[in-house]
């Protein structure tokens, strides 16, 4: 792998009230990578974003980005870092308008000088948005609500964009638009992160692949082995 290394996990631990959700987590996203982190629901797969974006506190090990140490860091510097989380559920200010929230997720320093072109940028991936510009966030659907919210990532600038299972409560069609945004993002040059129960598309998209069970690392390797592994067909994909 020639690009440098974007994201850097070393033995992350986290635990709730004595239990433990991820346990000795390691991974790394190169540059330019579209990785995948799949696994079943209560895998640890949002303690692994969470934590990676300074929202739980982890218990041990490092995260870096860059090469330097985000360990510990607020979120906030986090993402003035360049690192981006489209969030399970939105979190959108419902009582603000599309544009007033996209307008938020450029107020970073990083972001604040060509806060004009992402958004006219955000605009052009999103017509929908553009349509939508004045009404309040809390009144779209679905669909439109995860659009807004990954739109909102973008206009942080980031260098990398974690997605926290962004199909979830999606219908299979607006999965497939999902899915689409993600990889028309990649092609855009963002290093993404995705976490996902849906194994087969996530795989089919990604570059790399890790298999997360009970807060570890089962498996990882490149995407098409892993769609071919008879353990992966049996437990994820419905195959025998």
Same mark, same amino acid.
């Given at each position: 792998m020639g690009d440098p290394v974007l994201l850097s996990i070393d033995g992350l631990c986290v635990a709730y009230d004595g239990s433990n959700a991820l346990t000795g987590v390691s991974l790394q996203v190169h540059r330019g990578e579209l990785i995948? %982190? %799949?696994g079943a629901n209560g895998a640890g797969k949002t303690s692994l974003i969470r934590?990676?974006? +300074?929202i739980v506190r982890s218990s041990s $090990?490092?995260?870096k980005m860059n090469g330097v140490d985000i360990s510990g860091l607020p979120p906030w510097d986090v993402c003035e870092r360049g690192l981006a @989380? %489209? =969030?399970? +559920?939105?979190?959108?200010f419902g009582n603000l308008s599309v544009e007033e929230n996209l307008q938020l997720g450029g107020s970073l320093e990083r972001a604040r000088a060509s806060r004009h072109e992402t958004l006219e940028f955000v605009y052009r991936l999103f017509g929908r948005l553009r349509e939508r510009r004045r @009404? &309040? =966030?809390g009144t779209l659907s679905g $669909?439109? @609500?995860q659009m807004l919210a990954i739109g909102r990532a973008i206009m942080s600038k980031p260098e990398i964009v974690m997605f926290d299972e962004p199909s979830i409560g &999606? #219908?299979? =069609? &607006?999965?497939d638009v999902m899915f689409g945004v993600v990889k028309a993002l990649h092609e855009q040059g963002i290093t993404v992160l995705l976490v996902e129960q849906n194994v087969a598309k996530s795989l089919a998209l #990604?570059?790399?692949g890790y298999v997360l069970e009970s807060g570890s690392i089962v498996l990882h390797g490149p995407s098409r082995e892993l769609l071919n592994n008879p353990e992966i067909q049996r437990a994820y994909l419905g195959m025998s």
């Open positions: 995948c %982190v %799949v934590s990676i974006a +300074g $090990g490092i995260v @989380q %489209v =969030a399970e +559920g939105r979190q959108l @009404q &309040l =966030a $669909g439109e @609500q &999606l #219908s299979p =069609a &607006l999965t #990604s570059n790399r």
